[in-house]
């Protein structure tokens, strides 16, 4: 074992040796980063990926999370999860992914908490809209969240500098979404470089699948029964008990290995609960969520409400007032309504449309 450093400069030089030591031969090392896009002076105690973790920690897309629906829009049960929690769920199974593996947790925390930065207000329901709306104004445009998720380190935050990761962190952030493809299925998707970014894309999986079951339970939405039985009787009849089979099964499969993957009965089985909620919770006609189409609207209205009325949307923002917004070219204007509707929360876009909607009526 290495000897403790005499001096706290030379703390981060003591954990990346310590990498060397205990990481598996497969894990990214902290000092092999590819680096960032501008250049910095290393931190003296922490490595290039714990700086990461701690910006995004401290960024002001990470709080908005909080008041960002992860499916369900204003539940009355306060046990719901947000795209915080969502967020968290996943950095604890990820992370056990990782140290199990031997591989880079400082990194797999990083790739974890940046992962959802971009999700509009109101969920999937509100990227829908989001993309739909702007595909309006430029017919070749889409938006993606997770596109937006690095949009939002490499770009918007820190007032327009955006946090200047490192590479290995972004890679995982725009390769952690699978969309309602099953897992084992690369073709078409962003996949991750690092087996960092791997453990992270398949605890999205893990966490989401069964964090949506208890909040749709909650909600009335599903009863334990309607649920694939024959895919019950593989994971667990419980919360605890599903994610540990799912978790052990990527262990079991992964160990030793240059590859993170769930294989075999385990990922037949969790593909099948997937594309059961897909169906019966996520779809918006088996949800039959009123409320999710007026969150549908307030996104829609909002959108060609600051794209005809740029003053509207300058008194909002005075980075792009400053800017010029309203001479702005038509596809950078949308992009700038785009960034700044996304951003929004729940209880703030709510906010905005009732002022501007009941001013206007």
Known sequence: M??????????????????DQILSPYAVRSRNSQGRARDEE???VRTAFQRDRDRILHSKAFRRLKHKTQVFINPVEDHHRTRLTHTLEVAQIARTLARALRLNEDLTEA???AHDLGHTPFGHGGEEALDAVLR???ADAEFRHYDQSLRIVDVLENDGRGLNLTWEVRDGILGHSKGSADLGIV???NMPSSLEGMCVRIADR???????IDDAMRAGVLQFESLPQDAIAILGLTHSKRISTMVLNVLESSIGQPHVSMTGTVLEATNKL??????????????GQVEMEQAKKMVTQLFRLYMGEPHLFSDDNTYILNHGFEHLPLHDRARAVADFVAGMTDRY?????????SENA
């Open 274 to 287: 997937k594309d059961y909620m897909y169906a019966n919770v996520y779809s918006l006609d088996a949800r």
């Open 2 to 19: 290495l000897d403790l450093p005499v001096g706290i400069e030379q703390y981060r030089e003591y954990t990346e040796a310590l990498e």
């Open 349 to 357: 876009i709510t906010a905005r449309y009732a002022k501007h909607f």
């Open 206 to 212: 893990v966490a989401y699948i069964n964090h949506d």
């Open 187 to 189: 073709t078409g998707t």
């Open 42 to 44: 290393p931190d003296p």
């Open 111 to 113: 790739i974890t908490l």
């Open 136 to 138: 309006e104004y430029i």
